[in-house]
C-alpha cells in the first residue's frame, strides 16, 4: 500500500486529469485557496497594518518553512520574486576588477542563470561555459578541472533541467572551496523531491522557488546565503528594504540589514508566500526522504515503459544520478505533448530533449502506466 496516496484528497487538480508535470508547475493544495483568502482578508481589515501584523513576518515564516526543506540554519533564507532576481542580488555583491574573476557552469544550466552571469561580463566577468557531449550531463572531472585559482564563483544547477541527470554538488563544493571560490546551488528541480542538507554539503548559496516540486506557484522563490559569510555581501541590486531600519527612510547610502533581508531589495511580494504555504508545510510533513524513495520506483517504471515503446531516453539510468523527472523523445513528440495537454494528460516539451514527466508523491503507478499509455494511442493515430 501506497500511504502517500492519502494526500490526493488535498490536490483538486487530480480528480481530473493525470498529472505529470511537478517538474514545471507542482500541482496546487487545496488550502491554498483559504490562504490566499486570508492574505485578502487581511488586506481589507488590517489595510496598511497588515504590514507589521502579519505580511512582513510572514516573510520569515516562509523563509523557515522553505528552509527545513533545504536543511539549511534557521535565518539563513530569504524569499525573493524568483531565480532571476536572486542570482542578479548575488552577482551584484561582487567585483569584477582582478584576477579572481572566473564564473564557471556548465552548458545544461537553466538559461535564466547564463543570461545573468553572462551580464556581469560587461562589469568584467570572465565566463567559462563547461560543455556537455550527451546533454544529459557534463562529466564531474571536466567540470571541477574549470574550476580553478582564478574562479570567483561557480553558480550550478544541482539537477538538470533538461535531463534530470544529478550533478555531484559535494564534489563540486569540495573543489570550489580548495580553490577560495563559492559555490552558488540551483535547487529549483532537487528540493521537494531529492533529500537535501545545504549545511552538511557546505554550499555557499542556494537558490530555487516554490513553481515546481514544493507545489507552491509562482512568485515565491528564496535565497539561501550560508550564515558566516552573510555579513560580507553588500549587493548594488538593492533596496528599502535591505536596509537596517526601512521604516527610518534614510538617505542618502545603504545601510545593510544584519540578517538575510540584506538580500532582498526592495518591498516584497506577499500574496505569493501566503500561496506557497500549504505545499511546503505537506513536503516538509512527509519528508523528501520518503518522496525520494517513491520517485525512484516510479520513474524506473517510466523507464522501462519508454524502453518498451522504443523511446530515446534523455535522463540517466543510473538511479543516483537521476532526479524525480524522466525525459523520452521520438519524432513529432512535440505536437503529442501538445495534445496530451488538451487531454489534460499534462506534461511539457523542451528542445533538446522531447516531452517530460514527472510523478510526484500523489501520483498513483495507474496513472504512470495510463499515461504511456495515451503516448502510445496519440502516436498511432498520427
Given at each position: 500500500?501506497?500511504?502517500?496516496?492519502?494526500?490526493?484528497?488535498?490536490?483538486?487538480?487530480?480528480?481530473?486529469?493525470?498529472?505529470?508535470?511537478?517538474?514545471?508547475?507542482?500541482?496546487?493544495?487545496?488550502?491554498?485557496?483559504?490562504?490566499?483568502?486570508?492574505?485578502?482578508?487581511?488586506?481589507?481589515?488590517?489595510?496598511?497594518?497588515?504590514?507589521?501584523?502579519?505580511?512582513?513576518?510572514?516573510?520569515?515564516?516562509?523563509?523557515?518553512?522553505?528552509?527545513?526543506?533545504?536543511?539549511?540554519?534557521?535565518?539563513?533564507?530569504?524569499?525573493?520574486?524568483?531565480?532571476?532576481?536572486?542570482?542578479?542580488?548575488?552577482?551584484?555583491?561582487?567585483?569584477?576588477?582582478?584576477?579572481?574573476?572566473?564564473?564557471?557552469?556548465?552548458?545544461?544550466?537553466?538559461?535564466?542563470?547564463?543570461?545573468?552571469?553572462?551580464?556581469?561580463?560587461?562589469?568584467?566577468?570572465?565566463?567559462?561555459?563547461?560543455?556537455?557531449?550527451?546533454?544529459?550531463?557534463?562529466?564531474?572531472?571536466?567540470?571541477?578541472?574549470?574550476?580553478?585559482?582564478?574562479?570567483?564563483?561557480?553558480?550550478?544547477?544541482?539537477?538538470?533541467?533538461?535531463?534530470?541527470?544529478?550533478?555531484?554538488?559535494?564534489?563540486?563544493?569540495?573543489?570550489?572551496?580548495?580553490?577560495?571560490?563559492?559555490?552558488?546551488?540551483?535547487?529549483?528541480?532537487?528540493?521537494?523531491?531529492?533529500?537535501?542538507?545545504?549545511?552538511?554539503?557546505?554550499?555557499?548559496?542556494?537558490?530555487?522557488?516554490?513553481?515546481?516540486?514544493?507545489?507552491?506557484?509562482?512568485?515565491?522563490?528564496?535565497?539561501?546565503?550560508?550564515?558566516?559569510?552573510?555579513?560580507?555581501?553588500?549587493?548594488?541590486?538593492?533596496?528599502?528594504f535591505a536596509h537596517r531600519t526601512p521604516f527610518a527612510f534614510e538617505m542618502p547610502e545603504q545601510d545593510y540589514a544584519d540578517g538575510p533581508w540584506r538580500m532582498i531589495g526592495g518591498t516584497p511580494s506577499i500574496a505569493p508566500l501566503y500561496q506557497a504555504r500549504a505545499g511546503a508545510e505537506i513536503i516538509a510533513q512527509i519528508g523528501v526522504d520518503r518522496i525520494r524513495e517513491k520517485s525512484l520506483r516510479q520513474t524506473e517504471r517510466l523507464i522501462a515503459l519508454a524502453d518498451r515503446a522504443g523511446f530515446r531516453l534523455g535522463s540517466p539510468r543510473?538511479?543516483?544520478?537521476?532526479?524525480?523527472?524522466?525525459?523520452?523523445?521520438?519524432?513529432?513528440?512535440?505536437?503529442?505533448?501538445?495534445?496530451?495537454?488538451?487531454?489534460?494528460?499534462?506534461?511539457?516539451?523542451?528542445?533538446?530533449?522531447?516531452?517530460?514527466?514527472?510523478?510526484?508523491?500523489?501520483?498513483?503507478?495507474?496513472?504512470?502506466?495510463?499515461?504511456?499509455?495515451?503516448?502510445?494511442?496519440?502516436?498511432?493515430?498520427?
Open positions: 500500500m501506497d500511504d502517500l496516496l492519502r494526500w490526493r484528497a488535498e490536490f483538486p487538480a487530480l480528480e481530473g486529469s493525470v498529472y505529470m508535470v511537478s517538474h514545471s508547475l507542482g500541482a496546487m493544495p487545496r488550502a491554498a485557496y483559504d490562504a490566499l483568502r486570508e492574505f485578502a482578508d487581511l488586506w481589507v481589515k488590517s489595510s496598511i497594518n497588515a504590514w507589521l501584523e502579519a505580511w512582513l513576518p510572514e516573510v520569515d515564516r516562509a523563509g523557515e518553512r522553505v528552509g527545513r526543506i533545504l536543511g539549511a540554519p534557521p535565518g539563513s533564507v530569504i524569499m525573493l520574486p524568483n531565480v532571476s532576481t536572486a542570482q542578479s542580488i548575488v552577482a551584484s555583491c561582487f567585483d569584477f576588477d582582478r584576477e579572481r574573476r572566473k564564473v564557471v557552469y556548465t552548458d545544461l544550466n537553466f538559461p535564466t542563470v547564463s543570461y545573468v552571469w553572462k551580464a556581469e561580463e560587461r562589469r568584467g566577468a570572465k565566463v567559462e561555459i563547461v560543455r556537455s557531449d550527451d546533454g544529459i550531463g557534463v562529466p564531474t572531472a571536466r567540470l571541477l578541472e574549470a574550476i580553478d585559482e582564478r574562479t570567483l564563483i561557480v553558480p550550478i544547477s544541482h539537477v538538470l533541467f533538461r535531463s534530470s541527470f544529478v550533478q555531484d554538488a559535494a564534489a563540486i563544493v569540495a573543489r570550489a572551496h580548495e580553490v577560495g571560490a563559492l559555490v552558488l546551488l540551483d535547487t529549483y528541480q532537487s528540493a521537494g523531491t531529492l533529500p537535501l542538507d545545504v549545511g552538511a554539503l557546505g554550499v555557499d548559496m542556494a537558490t530555487g522557488g516554490s513553481v515546481k516540486w514544493l507545489c507552491g506557484g509562482p512568485g515565491a522563490g528564496y535565497l539561501y546565503v550560508r550564515p558566516d559569510l552573510l555579513p560580507r555581501l553588500r549587493p548594488r541590486v538593492t533596496g528599502w543510473e538511479p543516483a544520478r537521476r532526479g524525480g523527472t524522466v525525459c523520452f523523445d521520438f519524432d513529432g513528440s512535440g505536437e503529442v505533448a501538445r495534445e496530451l495537454n488538451r487531454r489534460k494528460f499534462f506534461c511539457d516539451h523542451r528542445p533538446q530533449c522531447g516531452i517530460r514527466v514527472s510523478p510526484h508523491f500523489y501520483t498513483t503507478d495507474e496513472e504512470v502506466d495510463r499515461f504511456m499509455e495515451e503516448v502510445d494511442r496519440i502516436r498511432k493515430r498520427r
